[in-house]
């Protein structure tokens, strides 16, 4: 990075037509010099913008997160964060945000230290702008967040149809319950998800979201209807796994796209909005369960036949609304159907590269992507997510089991009760995710929610009154859901790069899809009523990932800590510090 004690830092090319594009177009705004060493040129208007770092090595070393001049010109002469930022050779580094001093030390004037990007010279947004980017916003909502709650459901749609399913006749009809083929139903399901995730990940951004999105929700579609009409456990079995071909690209997918819309102080709770969404779905879903079980035997269907039949049916309709609905990557915003102006474009792409600076992937190649399986915060994240999902998918899958087995409630009872405790869940994801953005406290919120989740599983194992055990449904139910987005956000504001993003979206949803697997082999049938494996090993991984969180919180305080101090460069971003 920085040369040799005394070397002087490398002169960063800047194109001087896009300076003098720049003032005949604002009709030669005035110019202010900040010091002797380097010119800091303001310009009084909203549509020009051009930081580049005179760090050696800033665009060659790290290709996600530096920015080539020659292949993005348009792109930077046309943003409007209002300052261009010239360095010259012989420059005092002690005054110069994130500019090395030739001895491989790094400055920056960023007083925060925790999840901070700074660029000095930044003037104020004027109210115009201001007004553009909140139109931004909300658009960005209306168009990505709704759709993406929606294709999410789907996931936990099918849950909650195979769920509602296993207690109605599906058993008998395909012999689903000889030995452990309900599990196995569902395990093959996650391992055909998790084998193909990075790669349909890939995908998203090599053919674009509308098309993928809209192609695999189709299929979705046509795979759960196909179900409706299956008569042995073998045919569940292979549907199954086409479905969970056709459900890879979904969650790591769509965490990817809304992670490079949002700064990182929005993430939190957009991922709330998706997954406040899914599981509204998967509550009304309960309800629909429970009037489509009363179908049974309305044109020679049994009543679970109905269940996929008809939400078959709703999955394909939703497909085609996907392909004018979900919106593209910023940087391809114009694909978009119908979605936002062109000052509004480049506004959403001057908010990235203000927040983090990786608005723009770089050509593909697999070494981009694999040599992020070096970073230690890979495997820390993924843990988190496998721990995590133990609980999801045994609560998911196996509530309306748990509620007629373990608790005595009538088919029809465990199925509608399994629903509130998803509507219920919206009220704390919302309130952690708000908290969560506005202070900055990801790891504090996630801790919070694991606490919350042991003492549900607690209530749900050790109580004996079954009010109580299932108000313990309602607090872990709540918690797991929060701390998906807590989590999403947690990792999500703590990388930088399209390659890495793509990779720790599809690494971590990878492996949730795991801990889906374990999941599903933990709740035991001839342990009801209190299924005690499945509780410890609930407690278990939720303490597991209060530990996870407090290491992460110690390593990004002390690497904080250097980067402040000017020894340190993170996520090889100028000014970037984690967020903790």
């Known amino acids: 990075m920085g040369g040799s004690k005394g070397a002087e830092p490398r002169?960063?090319?800047?194109?001087?037509?896009?300076?003098?594009?720049?003032?005949?177009?604002?009709?030669?705004?005035p110019v202010q010099v900040i010091c002797p060493f380097h010119l800091l040129i303001k310009f009084n208007c909203?549509?020009?913008?051009?930081?580049?770092?005179?760090?050696?090595?800033?665009?060659?070393?790290?290709?996600?997160?530096?920015?080539?001049?020659?292949?993005?010109?348009?792109?930077?002469?046309?943003?409007?964060?209002?300052?261009?930022?010239?360095?010259?050779?012989?420059a005092d580094p002690m005054k110069t945000s994130g500019i090395s001093n030739g001895n491989g030390q790094y400055m920056d004037g960023n007083e925060h230290e925790n999840g901070s990007i700074s660029y000095h010279g930044d003037i104020e947004p004027s109210e115009n702008d201001r007004e553009v980017e909140r139109r931004l916003v909300r658009k960005v909502d209306l168009r990505l967040c709704t759709i993406a709650g929606i294709l999410c459901s789907l996931n936990l749609l099918d849950s909650g149809i195979i769920s509602s399913a296993s207690v109605t006749t599906i058993f008998e009809d395909l012999d689903l319950g000889v030995g452990n083929r309900y599990s196995v139903s569902i395990l093959v399901?996650?391992?055909?998800?998790?084998?193909?995730?990075?790669?349909?990940?890939?995908?998203?951004?090599?053919?674009?979201?509308?098309?993928?999105?809209?192609?695999?929700?189709?299929?979705?579609?046509?795979?759960?209807?196909?179900?409706?009409?299956?008569?042995?456990?073998?045919?569940?079995?292979?549907?199954?796994i086409l479905l969970g071909i056709m459900q890879s690209a979904i969650f790591p997918g769509l965490s990817y796209l809304i992670s490079?819309?949002?700064?990182?102080?929005?993430?939190?709770?957009?991922?709330?909005?998706?997954?406040?969404?899914?599981?509204?779905?998967?509550?009304?879903?309960?309800?629909?369960?429970?009037?489509l079980n009363h179908l049974n035997g309305k044109g020679g269907l049994a009543g679970w036949r109905w269940m996929f039949l008809v939400?078959?049916?709703?999955?394909?309709?939703?497909?085609?609304?996907?392909?004018?609905?979900?919106?593209?990557?910023?940087?391809?915003?114009?694909?978009?159907?119908?979605?936002?102006?062109?000052?509004?474009?480049?506004?959403?792409?001057?908010?990235?590269?203000?927040?983090?600076?990786?608005?723009?992937p770089e050509a593909f190649s697999w070494r981009r992507c694999l040599v992020h399986f070096l970073d230690p915060k890979l495997y820390g994240f993924c843990m988190m997510f496998l721990l995590l999902n133990l609980v999801s998918t045994s609560l998911s899958y196996f509530l309306p089991i748990i509620l007629q087995s373990g608790m005595g409630f009538s088919t029809d009872q465990a199925i509608l009760l399994s629903a509130p405790p998803y509507f219920y869940a919206v009220l704390p994801v919302i309130i952690s995710s708000i908290v969560g953005d506005k202070y900055q406290l990801r790891g504090l919120v996630i801790s919070f929610n694991c606490i919350c989740t042991i003492v549900g599983f607690s209530m749900l194992g050790?109580?004996?009154?079954?009010?109580?055990?299932?108000?313990?449904?309602?607090?872990?139910?709540g918690a797991y859901v929060s701390n998906w987005a807590a989590m999403n956000a947690y990792q999500a504001s703590n990388i930088v790069g399209q390659w890495k993003r793509a990779t720790f979206a599809a690494s971590i949803t990878a492996c949730n899809g795991l801990g889906g697997i374990a999941g599903s082999f933990i709740v035991r049938q001839n342990e009801a009523p209190r299924y005690m494996t499945a509780?410890?090993?609930?407690?278990?991984?939720?303490?597991?990932?209060?530990?996870?969180?407090?290491?992460?919180s110690l390593y990004f305080w002390r690497v904080n800590k250097k980067q402040k101090e000017g020894t340190a460069l993170l996520e090889e971003t100028v000014g970037f510090r984690y967020t903790f």
């Open 462 to 477: 050790f109580a004996n009154q079954v009010t109580v055990r299932y108000v313990g449904t309602y607090l872990a139910t």
């Open 11 to 29: 002169i960063a090319p800047v194109r001087i037509a896009l300076i003098e594009d720049a003032l005949v177009h604002f009709k030669f705004p």
């Open 260 to 291: 490079t819309w949002y700064t990182r102080k929005e993430q939190q709770l957009r991922f709330a909005f998706l997954q406040s969404g899914e599981v509204t779905v998967v509550g009304l879903g309960g309800f629909l369960n429970f009037g």
């Open 189 to 240: 399901y996650t391992v055909a998800s998790v084998t193909f995730q990075l790669p349909a990940t890939l995908l998203v951004r090599f053919l674009g979201p509308r098309i993928v999105f809209s192609a695999i929700t189709v299929g979705f579609g046509v795979v759960t209807l196909c179900t409706a009409f299956i008569t042995t456990w073998r045919q569940m079995i292979g549907l199954r």
């Open 311 to 360: 939400q078959g049916i709703i999955a394909v309709v939703i497909g085609f609304v996907t392909y004018l609905w979900i919106v593209d990557f910023p940087e391809n915003a114009h694909k978009s159907f119908r979605f936002l102006t062109r000052d509004e474009r480049l506004t959403a792409e001057r908010r990235i590269s203000d927040d983090r600076g990786d608005v723009n």
């Open 535 to 552: 509780i410890y090993i609930s407690i278990g991984s939720h303490i597991l990932i209060i530990g996870i969180v407090l290491l992460f």
């Open 46 to 90: 909203s549509s020009i913008s051009l930081k580049h770092s005179a760090m050696e090595g800033s665009t060659s070393q790290n290709p996600e997160v530096g920015h080539d001049i020659d292949n993005h010109q348009d792109s930077y002469s046309r943003s409007s964060t209002k300052s261009l930022l010239v360095m010259n050779s012989v």
